[in-house]
């Protein structure tokens, strides 16, 4: 028996990277899952390798993919009781080389896509008598650093978004609420421009963390499951760190 047993969810950024490994648990845990990605190879791959999974194409920046997800989900299984905000890009570049298109790019993804999610996923959520959003965003929606100024904004604002979305949605018995990883192994924490510009502070980061190690996709995947499901009742508006105690250095 799973703890997502009769569960249906909806995760985006699922073909690759954290969002693969949470496709794959929730999977496990007995959801039955629609995924999103722009990565339509990666994400047929996947899809076929699973029962219980299907793959959409969905770019979060787009209301009509978002339409056509959650449609898609509701067609298949009749309901909606979860949505995973997760898919998101980032850069690193100071503000003075950061161009405005790869800024609003940023904030586009990261942050607009999860609100547009929140806003075509509701009324399935709701017609299915409630559920659970998580919105992903990371200890830089509590910290800042040199050369992640979009990507910081973006995820400071994810933490407003699922605030607000909960003070409004409660009453449907839809909670919201957002994690927060850090220091986590992923394909988007090892892209080479971030690797370059952070390498030199790896040892400090490490000297750091009180648990002294960097963490798992699994370790934030089990959040996720969490927050899913019906454990997490009387949760809303939370904000969860997964980061090995990182934020409590600053």
Request: charged share 20%; hydrophobic share 40%; proline share 2%.
């Amino acid at each position: 028996m799973g703890q997502l047993d009769g569960k249906v969810a909806l995760i985006t950024g699922g073909a690759r990277g954290m969002g693969k490994a949470h496709v794959r648990r929730f999977v496990d845990e007995g959801a039955k899952v629609v995924f999103g990605d722009v990565l339509d190879e990666e994400g047929a791959k996947l899809a076929a390798d699973l029962d219980g999974a299907a793959y959409v194409h969905l770019d979060v920046t787009e209301p009509a993919d978002w339409e056509a997800a959650v449609r898609a989900a509701v067609d298949a299984h009749g309901a909606l009781h979860v949505l995973v905000n997760n898919a998101g890009i980032m850069k690193h570049k100071t503000i003075e080389e950061m161009t405005l298109e790869e800024c609003r790019r940023i904030i586009e993804v990261n942050l607009v896509g999860q609100w547009l999610g929140i806003k075509t996923a509701t009324p399935a959520l709701r017609d299915s008598g409630g559920g659970s959003i998580i919105n992903v965003s990371s200890t830089e929606g509590f910290i800042g650093a040199a050369g992640m100024s979009a990507y910081s904004s973006s995820k400071f604002g994810v933490r407003g978004l699922t605030k607000s979305a909960a003070r409004e949605l409660g009453q449907y018995g839809i909670r919201v609420n957002s994690i927060h990883p850090g220091g986590i192994i992923t394909a988007m924490s090892m892209q080479h421009d971030v690797v370059e510009a952070t390498a030199h502070r790896a040892e400090a980061i490490l000297d750091n963390l009180p648990l002294r190690r960097l963490g798992g996709t699994k370790e934030v995947s089990g959040l996720l499951v969490f927050l899913a499901s019906d454990d997490s009742s009387y949760c809303t508006g939370s904000e969860v760190l997964v980061d090995g105690g990182l934020v409590t250095g600053f």
